[in-house]
């Protein structure tokens, strides 16, 4: 198959779109793992869809034509046997060949055919189903009373847990994780699987699809998690996501019984969760027919009374385009559990310029001391209550957690008879950075077999177990009698109850969680830092981090190398693509994460284009000097030198005079934020800035953005004499660097001030750095450090220029930038001026607003 020349496209395409098209098609023809770079503002959704589905449509077209082909070569072949002069021995001979080869193939085509046929008939009943909408929702609002008063039942019979469903079970090991029937094998067409980091972008992606030209004759499905859609409000009102996932697995184990045939409300709850199965066949069909969204394949489940999680998961095999957030595909398990395979298949992996520290994120786990000791309580009185019923198994098992949990603690400097608000014991707990051999080794956890004890904990269920004695008796039932004050671990059982566990990673600045937003079943994250003890050694480090007090401190396995997580992806698929609106330094992906990964160097592709911008719409400038002559420099020892600060508000001063509507500021850091504003207010420099800009500060809490940006917006649409627009204070790396446009007048000017390198003292990052240099090349732990400061500060640029007509500047105000222009974008460099005098900069600047202004574009 040669490379096409013509793609569908809802509009005139610009040559960068026809070209990234062009080599995308190239890509997962030839089997490539493929780094696509294409600014924000240039249509890459657009083209990856039309690039991609063309792709697709033709290989699926080429496959059928290909086995047609073959075969009829193959009855021409049987044909000229049977008229073959050799002896009849030699002909039989022939002929069973190549009857056997012809049955093959025909059994691959039939294969083809009846998986179309299913596809079709599924179709056909979804359309039945709409003809007869009306009729059914006159018969629905009949049976609502009575529909009302079984969730009720349901809902009022779920909470109830008698002793037996908390009895551990004895499981064969060969049972299935999830415990759900297998499905049948059938045939399925080649896929594509794309992933975007949230819901909300794989929404935006529906939107694009929506209005490309393949709207009508491509299938697609969404796949979520149980949080997302699950309908089952007795279920989802646990709220958090783990004990979702082991409520919802519990339901399916459910099996009929007939214990008590008179009792009606025991005998519905034995069924299990009401939703399932349901008419999975006639939501599956209604993902074929038309394109859907999370919510509309929730609302489609909530009216055929059907699980839209499980639908959705058996429409995979129907379906030919699979969106999934990041977390779906990059962890294994989870990947598995929802029948994602990747073995012949595309996976497109959209917003990849964080991709490495997504992986990381992904498989790297915070314990904290409260965590444990909650733990520890929970189990003690769960053992207590039931240990004369448990298996000898069972009893082995959990003794060995308990271990655990014991030797973590000390770790930490408490005990199981600490209280989270105690100090530690300072001679016992220090900060220390370990291997995981050498952890295991120091805890002593290596008498334990992990991977049996693991086991145990999923085959059991025993978090669900947990978390249902916890709900029954945490007001009951005590381990340690003290009669002094409520401290310690009797503390611990009164604050379950209203779910006093902290969040698994710690942080600085919070929002207050309420109390039902809590989860209340510490050994999730416990399991989840076991898992990570099962990593090759040399992957990972352990950082024990003790606190002020045992609650505080903190145990955090760091993931180092995410191209040991990436290996089974880059085997199994067919051809793997990372695109983003910067993607620059190519070089991490290409040796962090691919070859790293096992891949063979000539297998990966690269792949760049410019902006669809003019460049006469684009100026970007350097500035080394201030309006007084002071050098801009902005690193960590001069942040407090109050003559540099002082220069910085008269060169915002003078921007402000010169530049119209919108301008945003990106500071290193909060702290630095907080000490340029302080020192600007103190010295009178806002109430002059404030004359021509009204002035906006980044919030620290997520959901004051909104107002936030929506008075930034108003103030530009309709300034205030003598005002001329606004002025925005952000941090790099904070809420507003990523995933917002401040296109045409809401970005006029983009400013980054200094350069945001990451803290060098880390612990962390030092390991890092000396594992980069270890194990991918000399000096790779150097570039690394570099690179992460300017991945952040060209996401920042990136905020600005969103469209073709779009025009803006951006301003670097240090001398640094002077060293690091190779590493900006290439569409940036193209207009980059480097200015040793201020004063020349605002000339240019002001010329090139000069230029724009019959241009000017107001904001809607």
């Keep these: 198959m040669q490379t096409t020349e013509e793609f569908p496209f809802p509009f005139p395409p610009y040559p960068i779109q026809n070209e990234f098209m062009k080599e995308l098609y190239k890509c997962l023809e030839d089997s490539k793992l493929g780094i696509f770079e294409s600014p924000t503002g240039t249509g890459k959704s657009m083209s990856i869809i039309c690039g991609s589905l063309k792709w697709l449509l033709d290989y699926e077209e080429g496959e059928r034509d290909k086995l047609n082909h073959t075969i009829s070569e193959l009855d021409e072949q049987i044909k000229k046997c049977s008229h073959s002069s050799k002896n009849w021995f030699s002909v039989q001979t022939e002929q069973i060949e190549l009857n056997t080869k012809r049955q093959i193939l025909q059994a691959k085509l039939n294969s083809i055919l009846q998986y179309e046929r299913k596809k079709n008939t599924l179709k056909e009943m979804a359309k039945n189903m709409d003809k007869n909408n009306k009729a059914r929702q006159i018969r629905r609002a009949f049976a609502k009373d009575k529909t009302e008063k079984e969730n009720d039942l349901v809902e009022t019979s779920g909470n109830e847990n008698t002793e037996d469903d908390l009895l551990l079970e004895e499981i064969q090991d060969s049972e299935n994780s999830e415990d759900e029937d297998k499905p049948e094998e059938t045939y399925e067409s080649t896929k594509i699987f794309f992933c975007s980091r949230t819901h909300s972008q794989l929404s935006q992606f529906i939107g694009e699809l929506k209005k490309s030209p393949y709207s009508k004759n491509i299938s697609v499905v969404t796949l979520a998690s149980r949080q997302n859609y699950c309908i089952n409000k007795n279920v989802k009102k646990l709220k958090h996501l783990n004990l979702i996932n082991e409520c919802c697995l519990q339901l399916q184990k459910k099996k009929t019984t007939v214990k008590d045939e008179k009792d009606v409300k025991k005998k519905k709850v034995a069924n299990g969760c009401p939703l399932v199965p349901g008419n999975q066949d006639l939501l599956i069909g209604e993902t074929l027919m038309e394109i859907q969204d999370v919510e509309e394949i929730v609302k489609n489940g909530e009216n055929l009374k059907t699980c839209p999680y499980y639908g959705s998961r058996k429409a995979v095999p129907h379906n030919q385009l699979i969106l999934i957030p990041y977390n779906s595909v990059l962890h294994k398990n989870t990947r598995v559990s929802s029948g994602i395979n990747l073995k012949g298949n595309i996976l497109i992996i959209d917003e990849a310029h964080n991709l490495l520290e997504a992986i990381e994120r992904i498989h790297s786990v915070v314990i904290t001391g409260r965590n444990l000791l909650h733990c520890y309580s929970q189990l003690c009185q769960y053992q207590k209550r039931f240990q004369a019923l448990f298996s000898a198994k069972n009893v082995l098992s959990l003794s060995q957690l308990s271990f655990c949990l014991k030797k973590l603690l000390v770790v930490l400097g408490a005990s199981t008879k600490s209280n989270p608000n105690d100090p530690v014991n300072a001679g016992n707990a220090c900060s220390k950075l370990y291997k995981i051999e050498d952890f295991e080794v120091a805890t002593e956890i290596d008498t334990v077999n992990i991977f049996e004890l693991l086991k145990f904990i999923k085959n059991s269920r025993l978090s669900h177990k947990l978390q249902g004695f916890t709900e029954q008796y945490d007001t009951t039932v005590k381990i340690h009698k003290r009669d002094s004050k409520a401290d310690g671990v009797k503390q611990f059982l009164n604050s379950i109850k209203a779910g006093g566990t902290e969040s698994n990673v710690p942080q600085g600045n919070v929002d207050v969680v309420s109390d039902e937003e809590r989860p209340n079943n510490p050994i999730i994250s416990i399991i989840g830092f076991l898992e990570c003890l099962q990593s090759c050694c040399s992957d990972g480090r352990i950082f024990v981090v003790p606190g002020a007090t045992v609650g505080q401190g903190v145990i955090k396995f760091l993931l180092l190398n995410p191209a040991a997580h990436f290996h089974d992806i880059v085997r199994d698929a067919r051809a793997v693509i990372l695109a983003g609106g910067t993607m620059a330094p190519m070089n991490e992906f290409t040796e962090q994460l691919f070859i790293a990964a096992g891949a063979k160097p000539e297998r990966i592709v690269t792949f760049s284009c410019d902006h669809v911008v003019p460049e006469e719409n684009i100026l970007c400038s350097i500035a080394t000097h201030g309006p007084s002559g002071i050098e801009f420099e902005f690193n960590f020892q001069s942040r407090q030198n109050t003559k540099l600060l002082d220069e910085l508000g008269r060169a915002l001063l003078n921007l402000c005079n010169i530049i119209p509507a919108g301008i945003v500021v990106f500071l290193p850091s909060y702290n630095f934020e907080e000490v340029i504003y302080k020192h600007l207010e103190k010295t009178g420099l806002i109430t002059k800035l404030s004359t021509k800009k009204r002035i906006f ?62 803290n060098i003292k880390s612990l962390e990052l030092q390991e890092k750095i000396k594992y980069l240099n270890e194990n991918v090349k000399s000096g790779a732990g150097q570039n690394f450090y570099e690179n992460s400061c300017m991945k952040a500060v060209n996401q920042c640029i990136g905020r600005a220029i969103r469209h073709i007509n779009d025009y803006s500047t951006v301003v670097l105000l240090d001398k640094r930038y002077t060293t690091k222009t190779k590493t900006l974008p290439n569409w940036i460099q193209r207009t980059l001026v480097i200015h040793d005098s201020f004063g020349k900069m605002i000339g240019t600047i002001g010329k090139f607003f000069n230029s724009k202004k019959n241009k000017l574009i107001v904001v809607k």
């Design 697 to 758: 500060r980044e919030p620290k809490l997520a959901s004051q953005v909104n107002e936030i940006l929506e008075q930034y917006s108003l103030h530009i649409k309709k300034p205030q004499s003598p005002q001329n627009g606004s002025l925005l204070f952000s941090v790099v790396g904070g809420k507003l660097s990523e995933g917002l446009n401040f296109s045409d007048d809401l970005g006029r000017c983009v400013v980054v001030v200094g350069m945001p390198y990451p």
